[in-house]
């Protein structure tokens, strides 16, 4: 993957190759290929008191911070998406009283992964291929804003 995300240039990809056969013992094979970008989604609810934070703002805040917490350049290639991972990011913003966190990863991207945990209707874990990257689809980035209650 090249850095940042995205796939690298045909002329990246053979100045890659040729450099590690140049590093590489003698007959180890070497190839440069292209990663697989898999998309879930996020449903997020949160508990704000708008007392004391502008809910918007709140609102605002959590979205700019999941997309940079799950693109390209913050995920590495075939790591793991754990349910509690999503939970530090949403909990890790100020304002954010409490929050409800649902991952949905469709049927397509369900039959490309290597391995989906599910416990009581929610995706637990979701284990990509080492080629893969799993990544947020921000643009079905679903948040709810509720009146947090004492």
């Known amino acids: 993957m090249a850095a940042g995300g995205g796939a690298p240039s045909p002329a990246l990809k053979v100045e890659l190759r040729d450099t590690l056969r140049t590093h590489a013992l003698p007959g180890?094979?070497?190839?440069v290929s292209d990663y697989q970008r898999v998309t879930f989604r996020l449903r997020v609810t949160i508990r704000v008191r708008s007392a004391a934070f502008d809910r918007?703002?709140?609102?605002?805040?959590l979205a700019g911070a999941l997309r940079a917490a799950?693109?390209?350049r913050s995920?590495?290639?075939?790591a793991p998406l754990f349910r509690g991972a999503v939970y530090a990011a949403v909990d890790a913003v100020a304002g954010v009283d409490n929050s409800d966190c649902h991952i949905d990863i469709d049927a397509?991207?369900?039959a490309l992964l290597?391995?989906?945990?599910?416990?009581a209707g929610e995706v637990m874990l979701a284990q990509p291929s080492a080629?893969?990257?799993?990544?947020?689809?921000?643009?079905?980035?679903?948040?709810?804003?509720?009146?947090s209650r004492p």
């Open 75 to 78: 995920r590495r290639l075939g």
């Open 56 to 61: 918007q703002g709140v609102r605002d805040t």
């Open 28 to 31: 180890v094979a070497i190839s």
């Open 70 to 72: 799950f693109n390209e």
């Open 108 to 110: 397509a991207s369900r």
């Open 131 to 147: 080629g893969q990257c799993l990544v947020l689809d921000a643009e079905h980035l679903s948040i709810v804003v509720e009146e």
């Open 114 to 119: 290597t391995r989906v945990v599910v416990r």
